[in-house]
């Protein structure tokens, strides 16, 4: 079985991410989008990643544009923001499909086998 830790990805400024780097840490990740109903979440996500990475806590974030279109900006549209309307300091990656044919690696295992102790919250960020 394959584990969230043995993919990758790039992050918003294009550098590739091992997912290894947050092995050992409880995470949190959303697909996310900036012209959505909700993405004032963002803040609540930044919130949460501030007052619990020192405990070996982070979110992920995963921009998509899949659904009604709500995330059509390019990388750096999507980082300003970011950072400019919620501070966002925790991870954002690049735009990716979260289903269907084109769907990143990792998304696929997240709704599909998990390990064990995994557990899939929905967070109803779009």
Request: include cysteine; hydrophobic fraction near 35%.
């Amino acid at each position: 079985m394959t584990a969230i830790y043995d993919f990758k990805a790039n992050s918003l400024a294009g550098e590739e991410v091992l997912m290894r780097r947050f092995e050992g840490q409880v995470l949190l990740i959303v697909n996310t989008a900036s012209k959505c109903g909700f993405t004032p979440q963002y803040r609540g996500l930044e919130d949460l990643y501030r007052d619990l990475s020192p405990r070996g806590f982070s979110v992920l974030g995963f921009p998509c544009n899949q659904f009604g279109a709500q995330e059509p900006g390019q990388a750096s549209e999507i980082q300003e923001f970011c950072s400019t309307n919620y501070d966002v300091t925790f991870p954002l990656f690049e735009k990716i499909d979260v289903n269907g044919p084109k769907a990143h690696q990792s998304w696929p295992r997240l709704f599909g086998q998990r390990p064990a102790g995994f557990k899939w919250i929905p967070a109803g960020l779009c």
